[in-house]
């Protein structure tokens, strides 16, 4: 059974969120701070979530533009470019492959 989300949700960073659960809970937030029966304090306190959650999914999203644009991009001579991009994994501190980074 659904319940409607409550204010005093635990408030995760959403750093280790998916991004579809990050979405998910950000639209919750919404339509807790729509409803405007909270306190003023439990508002700040989903903002600030909100907010945190906005900004993970933002750079997501920019991250995942990164790697669509480099895997369709060409040359001056219209051919396909191919280079190494970093993966989640060499984001987190996992060892870099040598060579060129790509331009954008």
Known sequence: M???P???DPAPS?????????????TEIVQLLERGDLSLEE???LFEEGVKLSR???SRLD????????????????????????TE???AGGAEEDGPKPRL
């Open 2 to 4: 659904n319940r409607p």
């Open 56 to 58: 993970v999914s933002q």
């Open 43 to 45: 508002s700040l306190r």
């Open 63 to 86: 991250r995942a533009e990164k790697r669509v644009e480099q895997l369709l991009a060409v040359d001056d001579q219209g051919r396909a470019r191919s280079a190494p991009f970093a």
């Open 14 to 26: 959403g750093e280790g969120l998916s991004f579809e659960t990050a979405i998910k809970r950000l």
């Open 89 to 91: 994994s060499t984001e």
């Open 6 to 8: 409550q204010p005093t």
